[in-house]
C-alpha cells in the first residue's frame, strides 16, 4: 500500500540529498542499524543492494512520511542557510499535544539521543541502570562506555518484564541506581508492561530514583491494560518519558524525538543535549502531529500485516509472541545467526540476535509485498530446513 504521492517523494528527494549529506550519509553507507557500534561492524552495501532489500531489520515506517509533513519540510528548505530560523513552534506543539508546559520538553535527534542525555546526566561514575533483559540495549551500551553499569533482570517465560525484581534490585542498590529503564512496548518482544505495573515499580521504588520510560512503539499499541506513562510526569513524579518521530511518522532517517519529564529534570538533562536538529525536520514534526488521518492509516495497515503474517506462521506450528508493536518475535528452534544471513542472501533484511532470545528472530513490518517477499523466505529456509548452516 502507498500511502503517499510519488510525485511528492520526488519534489523532496532534492531537498533530502542535502540532509542526508549533513547527517554523514554517503553512497555505500550501512542506512540499517541501532548503534554507531553495530554500524561499523556491519558490511556496507551499495544503494543498488540497499533499494532491492526488503527492510525488514529496523522497525521502520516503510511508507514514510505523509504529504502534508512532505510539504512543511519542503517548505523549511528556505531556512536551510539560517542559524535563528523560525521552527514551527514544535516545542509547543508537542507541549499541546500532551497537556505538558513546553518547560517539560526536550528535544533531541531521534528519542535515541534522549536515551544517551538520561545516561550522561544521570549515570555519574559507579552509578547503575536497572532494566530488564533484553531489551533496547543503547541504552546499557551508553552506560558501559561512560564506565556506569547496568543491572539486567531477565524475562518472565511469559516474556513480561519481571517488576518486582526490577523494585528488589533498585531498593537493594538505591544509592548507586542513576535511573530503572522500562521499554514500553518493550523492543525486541512488542510485550507491553500493562499500566498497573508501571504504577506497580512508580510506587515500589524510592521516590528520588528517576524512571526512563521508552514510548517509541506507543501509538502501535492496541491492550487497553496499556496507557501512557505521561500523566507520572503531570503528578510531578521523577518520570522521563521518551517519544520518537522515527516510527509511526516515517521520519527515521531526519532524526526527531522528545523527552517529556519535569521541569527540573529537563534543566538538568538539557546539559548534555546538543540541539542539533534541522529546520527541515522540527517543522515536519509540527505537521506529522497534525496529520492524525495518516497516522491512523499506517497503524491500521500495520496490525493488519502482523496478524495476517504472525496467523500464518503460526499456523505453520511456529510461536509468535504476542506483538503490540510494528514487530513481532517468531522462534525458530534453531540459532538466528546463520538465518539472518540466509535471508540476506535472499535480499530481506531482518533483525539482529537478541542474546539470550537466541532462537527468536525479530521482523519488522514493512509492506505487503515486504512481508509476502518474507514469507517466501521463510518458507524456504525455516519450515524446508535449507540453511545452509544445518544443511
Not at 531556512?79 to 508537542?94: F, H, K, M, S
Not at 517539560?104 to 530488564?132: P, R, Y
Not at 553499569?149 to 528488589?168: H, V
Not at 530514583?209 to 501509538?219: C, S, T
Amino acid at each position: 500500500m502507498e500511502l503517499m504521492n510519488a510525485v511528492s517523494r520526488r519534489t523532496f528527494m532534492g531537498g533530502l540529498a542535502a540532509a542526508l549529506t549533513y547527517t554523514g550519509w554517503r553512497p555505500g553507507s550501512r542506512l540499517f542499524g541501532q548503534t554507531a557500534r553495530e554500524q561499523m561492524s556491519r558490511p556496507k552495501v551499495t544503494v543498488e543492494e540497499y533499494e532491492r532489500l526488503a527492510k525488514l531489520a529496523n522497525n521502520e515506517n516503510p511508507y514514510g512520511p505523509s504529504e502534508a509533513v512532505l510539504k512543511a519540510m519542503t517548505d523549511a528548505f528556505k531556512y536551510a542557510n539560517r542559524y535563528l530560523y523560525p521552527d514551527g513552534g514544535i516545542t509547543e506543539a508537542i507541549a499541546a499535544h500532551h497537556g505538558v508546559k513546553p518547560e517539560n520538553i526536550l528535544l533531541g535527534a531521534g528519542s535515541g539521543e534522549i536515551l544517551k542525555v538520561v545516561g550522561d546526566t544521570f549515570l555519574n561514575v559507579h552509578k547503575k541502570v536497572v532494566g530488564a533483559e533484553p531489551t533496547y540495549g543503547s541504552v546499557y551500551a551508553h552506560a558501559t562506555g561512560i564506565k556506569a553499569e547496568a543491572i539486567k533482570i531477565p524475562l518472565l517465560k511469559d516474556y513480561r518484564a519481571d517488576i518486582p525484581a526490577m523494585i528488589s534490585a533498585t531498593r537493594q542498590n538505591y544509592r548507586d541506581v542513576g535511573f530503572v529503564y522500562l521499554c514500553n512496548p518493550n523492543n525486541p518482544t512488542g510485550v507491553i508492561v500493562p499500566k498497573n505495573e508501571v504504577r506497580q515499580l512508580l510506587d515500589g521504588i524510592p521516590g528520588d530514583v528517576p524512571v526512563l520510560i521508552d514510548e517509541a512503539y506507543h501509538h502501535f499499541v492496541q491492550d487497553p491494560d496499556y496507557a501512557t506513562s505521561v500523566p507520572y510526569v503531570l503528578e510531578g513524579r521523577q518520570v522521563i518519558v521518551t517519544r520518537t518521530f522515527s516510527k509511526i511518522a516515517g521520519l527515521a532517517g531526519m532524526r526527531l524525538g522528545y523527552g517529556i519529564a519535569p521541569k527540573e529534570l529537563v534543566e538538568n538533562m538539557r546539559t548534555f543535549s546538543t540541539g542539533s536538529i534541522s529546520a527541515i525536520v522540527k517543522w515536519g514534526g509540527v505537521a506529522a502531529l497534525n496529520d492524525t488521518a495518516n497516522e491512523a492509516r499506517v497503524k491500521k495497515v500495520t496490525i493488519e500485516l502482523r496478524n495476517k503474517v504472525t496467523s500464518e506462521l503460526k499456523s505453520m506450528g511456529y510461536y509468535v509472541i504476542p506483538s503490540e508493536a510494528n514487530f513481532f518475535m517468531v522462534h525458530i528452534r534453531r540459532d538466528v545467526v546463520p538465518v539472518i544471513e540466509e535471508f540476506r542472501k535472499k535480499n530481506v533484511a531482518v533483525g539482529r540476535a537478541f542474546p539470550p532470545m537466541v532462537q527468536h528472530l525479530r521482523v519488522s513490518i514493512g509492506t505487503e509485498s515486504e512481508m509476502s517477499r518474507f514469507m517466501t523466505a521463510f518458507k524456504e529456509i525455516i519450515a524446508a530446513g535449507k540453511t545452509s548452516a544445518l544443511g
